[in-house]
C-alpha cells in the first residue's frame, strides 16, 4: 500500500493531477529542480552519475508515488549535480506487469518534467533478438515499437500535459545519440550499435516463437519499459537518449531457460560501461 492505495489502483484525471501536484510540490520544497533526468532499470542502479551536493528520498517517502515492486529497482529518487547540470535519479522505475495502467506507472517522469526536466536519459536491460549481439553490448535505441496493450496518453486530456496526438516520428534524439557515440569513444567503450526496441507487456518471457515474430517484426532487442516514459517525455517535449543494456540473446532455435537473477546479475556486470558512457553524456549536452 502507499498512501492508501493498492498497486495498480488508479483513479480518474483529477485525481492523477492532484498526484503529480502533491508530488511536485514536495520535491520542489526540498529544493529539486532537474534539468537532465535519468530513468534506470532492473539492476542498473549503478549506472547513475556521481552526483555532488546528493540528496536522497525514498519512492515511499514522496506524495502520489506509486510502489516499486519489481526486482532490482531499488525506489530512490537521487538528485544533484554532476556535468555541470542538476540531475535527478529514478533509481528503479514501474511496469504494466506489475499492475499498473502506464499512466499510473509514468507518474513520476510526469513529476520530473514538471519540475523542468528537459533531457531523458533512460537506460534498461533487454533481451537481444540480433544474433550478432552479445551480452553486455549496449544498444542505443534509434526507435521502438509498443506491444504493450496501454497508452499513458490514453484519456488524459489536459493542455497543461501537452499534446495528445504526440509525434512520434523522432521519438529518439539523433544528436544525443551522437553524443553518446562521442562519450563512448572518450571513455575507450565500445562503439554502442542502434537498434529498434520492442517493449512487451511481460511479465512472462518470449516463447521461441514469439522471438522469432520480434524479429520479424524488425526488432533488435525487446523488454517490458521504456517505451510508456518516453512517450510522456515526448509530450512533455524532452529530448530523449534510450540506451539498452543487453542482458542475453534469445536465440529461437536454442532457447534456454532464463531466470531473473541471471538478468540482474548481466544487468549489474553492464552497470559499468552504461554508468561511463551517460556519463559522458552529460557534458556534450550543451553542444547536442
Known amino acids: 500500500m502507499k498512501n492508501g492505495r493498492a498497486t495498480g489502483q488508479e483513479g480518474g484525471a483529477e485525481e492523477y493531477r492532484q498526484r503529480v501536484e502533491a508530488a511536485c510540490a514536495f520535491l520542489a520544497g526540498r529544493g529539486l529542480a532537474p534539468q537532465v533526468v535519468y530513468v534506470l532499470g532492473s539492476g542498473l542502479g549503478g549506472a547513475a552519475p556521481g552526483l555532488a551536493r546528493q540528496q536522497t528520498v525514498a519512492y515511499g517517502d514522496?506524495?502520489?508515488f506509486?510502489?516499486?515492486t519489481a526486482p532490482g529497482h531499488s525506489g530512490l529518487l537521487r538528485w544533484g549535480t554532476a556535468g555541470g547540470r542538476q540531475v535527478a535519479v529514478l533509481d528503479g522505475r514501474f511496469?504494466?506487469?506489475?499492475?499498473?495502467?502506464t499512466r499510473e506507472a509514468t507518474l513520476?517522469?510526469?513529476v520530473m518534467a514538471m519540475l523542468g526536466a528537459t533531457v531523458l536519459l533512460i537506460a534498461s536491460?533487454?533481451?537481444?533478438l540480433d544474433l550478432t549481439m552479445r551480452p553486455g553490448d549496449l544498444m542505443l535505441v534509434r526507435d521502438h515499437i509498443n506491444l504493450i496493450p496501454d497508452n499513458p496518453l490514453r484519456g488524459l486530456v489536459d493542455d497543461c500535459w501537452g499534446e495528445r496526438f504526440?509525434?512520434?516520428?523522432q521519438a529518439y534524439d539523433s544528436r544525443l545519440r551522437a553524443a553518446a557515440k562521442e562519450a563512448a569513444r572518450a571513455a575507450a567503450l565500445p562503439a554502442p550499435r542502434e537498434g529498434v526496441y520492442v517493449?512487451?507487456?511481460?511479465?512472462s518471457l518470449e516463447t521461441p516463437a514469439e522471438t522469432k515474430m520480434l524479429r520479424l517484426f524488425g526488432a533488435d532487442a525487446v523488454g517490458m519499459s521504456t517505451v510508456p516514459e518516453v512517450i510522456v517525455a515526448r509530450q512533455a517535449g524532452m529530448r530523449v537518449l534510450a540506451l539498452a543494456v543487453i542482458v542475453n540473446v534469445n536465440d529461437p532455435e536454442q532457447m534456454a531457460p532464463i531466470r531473473v537473477e541471471e538478468v540482474l546479475a548481466a544487468a549489474g556486470r553492464a552497470a559499468s560501461k552504461a554508468q561511463r558512457l551517460l556519463a559522458g553524456v552529460l557534458p556534450l549536452l550543451a553542444n547536442a
Open 66 to 68: 506509486p510502489v516499486a
Open 95 to 101: 511496469h504494466f506487469y506489475e499492475g499498473y495502467t
Open 166 to 169: 504526440v509525434d512520434m516520428s
Open 62 to 64: 514522496i506524495p502520489g
Open 125 to 128: 536491460a533487454a533481451g537481444g
Open 199 to 203: 517493449a512487451v507487456p511481460g511479465p
Open 108 to 110: 513520476p517522469l510526469r
